[in-house]
């Protein structure tokens, strides 16, 4: 499923003005137990705030869900939300953490109590 979205987000040229020239990023598709409905987690690769590019992918689902139909082989097709994904700046926000001085500083004690 992510990756049918994301060869039909690549392919088409999308019409909403918060698309245009947005390079966006589908990092993960979780699906309901019935298969009805995928939620899509979003971001972009550059610039561009994950909740616009999600809300603009919500504002043309219905054009995504009519192409997703004729790429996958399900017996329905479900009805797509997308979701910002926020795990990178999550990622970002851990390694600044530890790059700061004062963990640096705690982690080489550590190393250093390890060593007796």
Not at 3 to 9: F, N, P, Q, W
Request: aromatic letters at 4%; charged letters at 30%; glycine letters at 6%.
């Amino acid at each position: 499923m992510r990756h049918a979205l994301v060869d039909i987000v690549q392919r088409e040229e999308l019409r909403d003005a918060d698309l245009r020239g947005v390079s966006v990023t589908i990092g993960e598709v979780r699906a309901s137990p019935d298969l009805k409905h995928m939620t899509a987690f979003v971001s972009s690769l550059g610039p561009g705030d994950p909740q616009v590019i999600a809300n603009g992918l919500t504002r043309i689902s219905a054009f995504l869900r009519g192409r997703l139909a004729r790429s996958i082989d399900l017996k329905f097709t479900p009805e797509l939300h997308f979701q910002p994904d926020i795990s990178y700046d999550e990622a970002r926000h851990i390694d600044e953490l530890l790059a700061s001085p004062e963990v640096a500083r705690d982690l080489r004690h550590d190393d250093e109590e390890g060593d007796r």
